[in-house]
């Protein structure tokens, strides 16, 4: 959205449009203006209506929104943990990075689980400091959602709303990326 602190430029809406893979005249169609007004504002040659602003912008927010893929706001690399690893390792490197849960991998790196603070603290509960020698295999929960680094942005959006605290980006069988709540909102604040 834009507001009168920060009204873009006529570059940056030039930038905007050519990343949105729009021509002027599609501009202009979308936001209900005419081509020669999208030229002109993109000159710098007009000031145009806050109103009109907010139409142009909406549509290439929009446009780049149905352009954007999971690729394009992934988090990597990623900081994952072996099955035969220990809960005492997972529970230091959650610690160390302030992660509330670890992709689990094979030997191979596919992940086959997730493993969660809470998940620990459960097998605290009942096993006490035994807990910590036991095998992540052993407590790990189902793997995290997988996604394609092509998936569009709605799908993502959408598994997230459901309660999956985030989502993998698996290529080829690899991790090449995941996306949290926590980055949907940064991306939406920067």
């Known amino acids: 959205m834009v507001s009168l602190c920060s009204l873009p430029s006529p570059e940056y809406l030039r930038y905007l449009r050519k990343k949105a893979g729009l021509t002027q005249k599609q501009l202009a169609e979308k936001a209900g203006v ?5 030229a002109r504002i993109e000159r710098g040659t007009v000031d145009p209506r806050l109103s009109t602003l907010r139409r142009i912008m909406r549509v290439l927010e929009e446009v780049l929104a149905e352009k954007s893929r999971a690729k394009d706001f992934m988090h990597h690399p990623v900081v994952t943990i072996h099955e035969g690893d220990t809960l005492k390792k997972a529970a230091k490197i959650m610690w160390e990075y302030g992660y509330s849960q670890l992709p689990v991998v094979d030997e191979k790196g596919f992940p086959v689980g997730t493993i969660y603070e809470n998940t620990i603290i459960n097998a605290i509960m009942r096993y006490r ?3 910590f020698d036991m095998k992540v295999k052993d407590v790990m929960e189902k793997a995290l959602p997988i996604v394609d680094p092509s998936e569009p942005a709605d799908r993502v959006f959408d ?4 309660d999956f605290p985030a989502v993998l980006v698996v290529e080829k069988g690899r991790i090449v990326g995941i996306i949290t709540k926590s980055d949907i909102i ?3 604040l920067l």
Do not use: G, M, P
């Open 186 to 188: 940064a991306r939406h």
């Open 34 to 38: 005419s081509q020669s007004l999208i």
């Open 159 to 162: 598994l997230l709303i459901r």
């Open 129 to 131: 400091e035994k807990a």
